[in-house]
Structure formats: C-alpha cells, structure tokens
C-alpha cells in the first residue's frame, strides 16, 4: 500500500519533469487503464480512458498544435491517502500564432504507484480561444 508521502513523492516527480519539459515520466507514470477527465464544455471536454486514448485522442492532438516546448510551472502540491492535488501553470506559443498560457488543478488518485484517475480544472474560455477542437487538429475520430 502506498503512503500520502509516497504518493505525493511520485506526483513531485512527474512535475518536476514537467515544468523541464519532459513529459515521459508523466506517460510512464499513467496505468493501462488510467481515466483522464477534462471538466468543463470544451471539444476537448470529456474522460479519456486508458493508456493508448490518453495518448492518441488528447496528448498527440494537443501538442500537435504547440509551436514549441511547453513548459509548465508547479505551484503547490496537496496529498492526502490516494489523492493528491497540484496547483500549476504553462505557457506554450500555437502555431496558429496564438498564446496558450492556462493555469490548472490537477486532482490525482493513485494506485499501486501508478496514476489511476486524473480529473484537470482549467481555464476554458482560454482553451476556446487559443486551441482547434481535436477532430480539426488532425485527429480522425
């Protein structure tokens, strides 16, 4: 079983990672059958579940839009038990010329060390604004 600390050490890390921008440690960190749900009414509005659709259906759609490295900045980190909470920012130019600089709470559950469910809070207006829906960044489906 997996500690508050233990939890919150592994979610420092993964931040950590990304605000240097590296995000493969965040990937690795994700279980096969992991559930990512952005809130809010945005195209990009919706749970995506497991591994493969976090990264086909949000990931790759999203950073295909990115006209360089997006770096983040971590604020805060809450845990308690399996929840751990982190407040953060980032900043990316589009290539479509506009800025993307959304401010976040991620709220993480974790499980056997592994991130189970991720639900992200994040500025909507600014999604809308600043980012094409999925399906007309590329992404067929």
Same mark, same amino acid.
């Given at each position: 079983?997996?500690?508050?600390?233990?939890?919150? =050490?592994?979610?420092?890390?993964?931040?950590?990672?990304?605000?240097?921008?590296?995000?493969?440690?965040?990937?690795?960190?994700?279980?096969?059958?992991?559930?990512?749900?952005?809130?809010?009414?945005?195209?990009?509005s919706?749970?995506?579940?497991?591994?493969?659709?976090?990264?086909?259906?949000?990931?790759?759609?999203?950073?295909?839009?990115?006209?360089?490295?997006?770096?983040?900045?971590?604020?805060?980190?809450?845990?308690?038990?399996?929840?751990?909470?982190?407040?953060?920012?980032?900043?990316?130019?589009?290539?479509?010329?506009?800025?993307?600089?959304?401010?976040?709470?991620y709220?993480?559950?974790?499980?056997?060390?592994?991130?189970?469910?991720?639900?992200?809070?994040?500025?909507?207006?600014?999604?809308?604004?600043?980012?094409?829906?999925?399906? =007309?960044?590329?992404?067929?489906?």
């Open positions: 079983m997996n500690t508050t600390s233990d939890n919150k =050490a592994l979610v420092s890390r993964i931040h950590a990672e990304l605000d240097k921008g590296n995000g493969q440690f965040f990937i690795d960190s994700l279980a096969d059958d992991a559930r990512w749900t952005l809130e809010g009414t945005t195209p990009w919706r749970t995506y579940a497991g591994k493969a659709a976090i990264r086909e259906e949000l990931i790759k759609p999203l950073f295909a839009q990115f006209a360089g490295p997006y770096v983040s900045q971590t604020e805060r980190i809450i845990a308690e038990g399996d929840r751990v909470v982190v407040l953060f920012s980032g900043d990316v130019p589009t290539k479509a010329g506009k800025r993307y600089n959304n401010r976040y709470c709220v993480y559950r974790l499980e056997g060390g592994q991130v189970k469910e991720l639900t992200e809070y994040f500025d909507t207006a600014l999604v809308q604004a600043a980012l094409t829906a999925p399906s =007309a960044a590329g992404h067929a489906g």
